[in-house]
C-alpha cells in the first residue's frame, strides 16, 4: 500500500516524527507505521518493545494527545503501528502547528493558521472579532440601504427600518462580546480595506489573454461593490442590443444580468479574504471570467455543485446579511439560476474551474450573431450561412447555393474559408451529399 492522505511510512522511529503524529491529529487523523520503507517493504524496527512504552509517553507529554501503538509480529520483520485519531481541538508541536495535506506534512504559519486556529474554535474567518471598531464608524448610508432593500425583498420586518445600527448588527449576528466581527467591516465600513487587504474587485478588457486593453477597480464596503462593478460591467464592458417595441425601446445583453449579479455575488460571499487578493472579472471578446480565491467544502468536487446541494457558504455572516438584503437565495441555487438564465438567452452554461484555491466561473457569449461574424470578416452569404447552421444544426453545399443564390464552385469555396480560415464551421461527411458542415463546438 502507497503513503497516501492517511499513511505515513518510515524505516526507523526518530522524535522529529511527533511533527508528523501533529500533522495528522490537526487534519483526518491518519496511520504511521514504522519500520516500512517508501515502498510499502517491511525493513524491521530496532528496540520495539522500548519503542512500545517510548512513543506513547512521548507523544502524550510533547502534543497533549493519546495515540494507540501497536506492534506487529511477522515472519521476517517486524513493524510498529502508530494509529492518530483526528482531534477536534488545534494541536501542536513546541509552539509549531503541522497539517496533513495529500501525502505531506506542511507547518501552517501567518493566515493559514489564523484561520485553522478559528475553525477548531468553530469560528469562521468572517466570524472573528475586530477591535477598537465602533458601530458609529460604520457607513450610514449602506446600513440605510440594507434596510430598505431587505424590508423591499420581505426578508427584514417594518420595525427594522426604524431601529437602531447597534440592534440591527446584533440581530444579524455581526457583533460578539461587544466587538464588530470582520464581516460587518467588509459589509458596512466606510473603507473595509484598511482592515482587510485586498477587499475590492479589478475588472480588466482583455482582446487576448495577454492583451489588456482597459481596465477599472470598485472599492467600498461589500454593498457598494456590488452595485457599483454590475453598473460598471453592463455600462462600459457589456454590450447591450438596442430593439423596439412599438415606442418602447428595449435592451438585451450580451450576458444575463442577473446571471452575473449572481456568479458576482457568490465570488463576494465565498471569497477566502484571509489571502489578500481581490476578485478579478476578465471581460474578452467571446467570453467574461470571474475569479475569486476560495475553496469547495472539504470532499466536494465541481459535480457538487451542478447537481442539487445544500448551501454551504464559506463565508456564513457575510452571507447571511446578502440573504437578509434579498440579494442571494438560502438554499444553494446560484448555480442552477445561473444555468437557467443562461439557457433561456440562448446562451451555453456557465462553466466552472477550480485548481487549488483558483475558483473560476466562465461565462461565453453566443458568438454566432452578424455583427460579431462580420468582424471575422466573413462576407454577407458566409454570415447567412452560418446563422442558417446554428438554426438549422447544419448546412449543405446545396443549401449555400440556394440560400445565396450562387453556383457550386463559388459554394465550395466559401464554405471551405470558414472551415480552414475562419474556423467557424466544421466539415463532416467523405463524399458527395453526405457532406454537411455544422457550428464549431455545437
Not at 493566515?111 to 471598531?133: I, M, N, S, Y
Request: negative net charge.
Amino acid at each position: 500500500m502507497a503513503e497516501s492522505q492517511n499513511i505515513e511510512y518510515k524505516q526507523s522511529w526518530r522524535d522529529e516524527y511527533l511533527k508528523w503524529i501533529c500533522g495528522f491529529a490537526n487534519a483526518n487523523g491518519g496511520t504511521i507505521f514504522i519500520g516500512i520503507d517508501d515502498s510499502g517493504k517491511t525493513v524491521g524496527v530496532a528496540d520495539a518493545k522500548k519503542l512500545l512504552e517510548d512513543i506513547p509517553n512521548k507523544v502524550r507529554d510533547v502534543l497533549g494527545i493519546l495515540v494507540d501503538v501497536n506492534l506487529h509480529e511477522t515472519e521476517g520483520d517486524d513493524f510498529i503501528e502508530i494509529i492518530v485519531d483526528p482531534y477536534p481541538n488545534a494541536v501542536n508541536y513546541k509552539g509549531q502547528y503541522h497539517y496533513r495535506s495529500g501525502s505531506t506534512k506542511q507547518e501552517m504559519k501567518g493566515a493559514t493558521l489564523d484561520k485553522f486556529l478559528l475553525q477548531k474554535k468553530g469560528v469562521r474567518w468572517d466570524g472573528a472579532a475586530v477591535p477598537r471598531v465602533a458601530v458609529g464608524d460604520l457607513k450610514k448610508e449602506t446600513l440605510v440601504f440594507f434596510r430598505n432593500r431587505g424590508f423591499k425583498n420581505k426578508r427584514l420586518s417594518e420595525d427594522t427600518l426604524t431601529d437602531d445600527d447597534e440592534h440591527l448588527l446584533e440581530n444579524l449576528k455581526l457583533i460578539e462580546n461587544g466587538y464588530l466581527k470582520r464581516a460587518a467591516i467588509l459589509l458596512f465600513h466606510v473603507d473595509p480595506e484598511k482592515f482587510v487587504t485586498g477587499a475590492y474587485v479589478k475588472i480588466g478588457y482583455f482582446e487576448r489573454e495577454a492583451d489588456l486593453i482597459f481596465q477599472d477597480e470598485v472599492h467600498g464596503n461589500l454593498f457598494e461593490q456590488v452595485e457599483g462593478t454590475i453598473d460598471l460591467l453592463f455600462t462600459k464592458y457589456i454590450k447591450a442590443m438596442i430593439s423596439y417595441d412599438g415606442i418602447h425601446r428595449n435592451e438585451t445583453y450580451e450576458y444575463p444580468k442577473e446571471a452575473v449579479r449572481e456568479a458576482l455575488l457568490n465570488a463576494i460571499a465565498h471569497k477566502d479574504y484571509s489571502g489578500s487578493t481581490p476578485i478579478q472579472i476578465r471581460v474578452y471578446p467571446d467570453k467574461l471570467m470571474i475569479w475569486n480565491e476560495g475553496h469547495l467544502p472539504e470532499n466536494w468536487t465541481v459535480s457538487n455543485l451542478l447537481k442539487s446541494h445544500s448551501s454551504r457558504p464559506f463565508n456564513p455572516d457575510i452571507a447571511n446579511a446578502f440573504f437578509r438584503s434579498g440579494y442571494v437565495e438560502s438554499w444553494g441555487r446560484g448555480i442552477s439560476k445561473m444555468t437557467e438564465l443562461c439557457s433561456a438567452g440562448g446562451l451555453p452554461e456557465p462553466s466552472y474551474l477550480v485548481e487549488g484555491s483558483d475558483f473560476w466561473v466562465v461565462f461565453k457569449k453566443d458568438i454566432y450573431n452578424a455583427e460579431y461574424l462580420e468582424a471575422l470578416g466573413l462576407n454577407n452569404r458566409q454570415v447567412n450561412a452560418v446563422l442558417f447552421a446554428r438554426e438549422k444544426g447544419k448546412i449543405t453545399n446545396s443549401d449555400y447555393q440556394t440560400l445565396n443564390n450562387i453556383s457550386k464552385r463559388t459554394a465550395t469555396t466559401e464554405l471551405t474559408e470558414l472551415v480552414d480560415k475562419f474556423k467557424v464551421l466544421l466539415k463532416t461527411g467523405t463524399s458527395g451529399s453526405s457532406i454537411s458542415y455544422k457550428i464549431v463546438g455545437q
